[in-house]
């Protein structure tokens, strides 16, 4: 066993050039391939540690008639009247998640301390949230003793110290919002990070008879937002299909009005991740697609190896001859040199591991994912399985070539007749081409996407408007505020309303049209503005008059969407009939139609616009928007004048462009990943051509020097080299390109706006890679060429 080791060793250090490349190219791969194995098994983790999460579902509407239909959140009563009405059916919870909230820590005598801004960490749960989701950890009290009460918060570790320090956080308070007093009654462990549950901050749902939270009320069927979730942990016995029967008949029995546009759906915990159409973080497609790129990324080293080890095999002649002559048989060369292999392989894995936890801090930035660096007994188990898949996948036909050498023909210096076969070599550098070709081929479709995405007018202007979160303000208060901030040098104008036009999280209700009996069939998403929103934004009305300072407050804006949804003619058409709006506190307004706005997008353009009202409302206006002239920053006098009237609150400000540009993170970590895999697929095929051309102008090292004795140039035999290798070059891109266009179309046709696959990526793309492959041909075929004759044909 010894001398087989030592034998294998001597093989690689007689060939440094070799084992070097073969090592660098499998350990790029196999570093890739663990990265991406890291990220995919992440996310395939969330929610996973929950107890029995198989039986744990999330209540979501569907929305009949609308252009997105589907909703992630479900109207607050469901979840009350689902327990009350079907007991047996298990144990249900409602949440109301709430975004943007500002926290200030109380210190004795309740003395206003430390403001922290919470994005998303605050929500109000029922106690029976913590029997659903029972991985939860109490360190301090239980949900039955600590959440039954109002005003009372349960904290987890992490925000109890950051809150608190060291000190204990029990019976401390803590004002929300600067409009109600929380008392900490818990404290629970802090969770994992593979969770989309990323609640931190857990008020008492009792407290919501209190508080004008960030949602629907507690009794209104009639609307949606985003962040009410219900949750039902089933009964043992009880399946989905008994939940979604009993959702529709609590549908018939509280609200049957709302029949023909929602509907209560079921879904499940485990899939609440995957689910796009309900506001999930990745689809499974795209995990598919990363685990193939690092599939074929391996694939791309293997073909590496196969192409340098049939190549090499040629200079191994007669050391198989000499080996045949004394006694192996073809079966020890066959596995003499799988040994070899698994020892490169092996000695790639450890490179590739230290690669892959030196690249993986980038992977995290890039992705905004807290990929954890797995290296458990399955992830052990995963790189033995990619070890052996090289070793053998890659060994086997150089192994077969080198054990198929006649030991006779290869003593007397003749060349073994079928060393790799030409034509064999050829198909294994077009394949590596062709895989180079698609990967940038997909870097540049996807980047020119989103080039668009982000150049493209969304439907409003974005540069220079900054939006600010802004408690309400009384009118006459708002009035002063607006005339103050818009005095203030550098600013162009000033306007409230619930938000942006870009908007993440969305509210909708039912609305009537021209006094219908019935509801329509599609929900609105509706947008409190006052007369300046319009103008600030660039938003453009296609028919009828804009809001005004005298306009009512009962009259309403709809934009394209919603007229044309409602079939009754062109635009202008319903300019002047009536709408019966739903608002938030179950009441009807009704009032005239005043004119219809152009469509954008409001979530950006990879989504159609969704049908929208804007009408007037003061008690709704949660943002204030500031327009800057050209080239200004934010005044400071800006924030100055705000913190007059908001002392107690915390002034964040928001560039609207960063906002926009943030609809589009998904895609732009699809990029970052697709952009790494084709560096690391270029990176091995350079490696490979030039370890492939060095081994073949090595053995052709007589004919170059023959050639130039007879009068020769160095750039004609450059030329033959090159043109070789450039005729599989366009082979490769035959190949490639049908097929990356279609995978490409089908990523495009997911997006409601997206760039035609035109000639000049391809052509972009195929120059990319030719450039590299002949720079790195044309090299290293130089530097032979350059070789003085006398010492080529001494070459043996």
Known sequence: ??????????????????????????????????LLYWLVRFHESFDTYHPQSARIYRLVTDVAGGSRGYHPGIPTPVGPALRHDFPGLGTVAMSIGQEDQLVQVLGPGRQPGTKYAEPYAIAFVEPEYFAVFTSYRWLVGSAAQTLRQPFSVVLTQRLARQYFGGANPLGRRLRLNNQIDLTVTGLLADIPDNTDQRYGFFISYPTLLHYGHSGTPLTLWEGVSSQTHGWV????????????HALLALHQRHHPTSLPTYRYRVLPLLEQHFAMDYDGTIARSTLLILSCIGGLLLLTAGVNFVNLATAQ???????????????????????????ETLLLVLLAAGTGLVLA??????????????????LDGRAWLFLAGLVLFLTLGAGWYPGRVLAGFRPAQVLKGQTPGQAGGLWVRRGLVVAQLALSQSFTLGVLVMYQQLSVWLDTNPGFATSGRVV?????????????????????????????GFDSPAVGTTNTSYFSYDRRALNEKFDVT???????????????????????????????????????????????????????????????????????????????????????????????YRSITVQLAPSATLPLAVRTTWERYFPRYLFA?????????????????????VRLAALTAIAIGCLGLYGLVAFITQRRAREIGIRKVMGARP?????????????????????????????MQRWLDQFATHISLRPLLFGVALAATATLTLLTIGYRTLRAALVPPARALRAK
């Open 468 to 496: 600010v979160p802004t408690p309400w303000l009384a009118g006459a208060a708002q009035a002063r505020l607006r005339a103050e901030l818009a005095q203030v040098p550098g600013v162009a104008g000033v306007t409230f």
């Open 526 to 620: 509706r947008l409190a503005i006052d007369d300046h929103y319009l103008a600030v934004f660039g938003l453009q009305l296609v028919a009828g008059q804009p809001l005004t300072a005298d306009s009512k407050p009962s009259s309403f804006l709809l934009n394209e969407t919603a007229a044309r949804m409602l079939g009754v003619g062109p635009p202008a058409a319903v300019i002047g009939h009536e709408l019966g709006l739903n608002s938030r506190s179950n009441d009807v307004a009704y009032g005239p139609i005043v004119g219809v706005v152009r469509d954008w997008r409001l979530q950006g353009l990879q989504k159609e616009p969704l049908p929208m009202v804007l009408f007037h409302n003061p008690g709704e």
């Open 715 to 743: 750039w004609q035999i450059m030329a033959s080299f090159v043109g070789e290798f450039a005729g599989l070059l366009a082979v490769a891109f035959v190949v490639a390109a049908p097929l990356t266009s279609w995978l």
């Open 357 to 374: 936890y030196a690249a993986l801090p980038g992977l995290r930035e890039w992705t905004n994912t807290p990929i954890p660096h797995w």
């Open 233 to 244: 942990r089933l009964a043992p016995g009880r399946t989905p299909a008994q939940l979604e």
């Open 1 to 34: 066993m010894f001398s087989h080791l030592t034998h294998l060793l001597r093989t690689l250090r007689h060939h440094p050039a070799y084992s070097a490349l073969n090592v660098l190219g499998l350990a790029l791969a196999l570093a890739c391939s663990l």
């Open 313 to 339: 095999a040629l200079g191994r002649g007669r050391e198989i001859g000499v080996r045949r002559t004394v006694g192996a048989t073809s079966r020890g060369i066959f596995w003499q040199f799988l040994a």
């Open 653 to 673: 400000p928001l560039r609207l462009d960063e906002r926009v540009a943030s609809f589009y993170e998904r895609e732009q970590t699809q990029l970052a990943i």
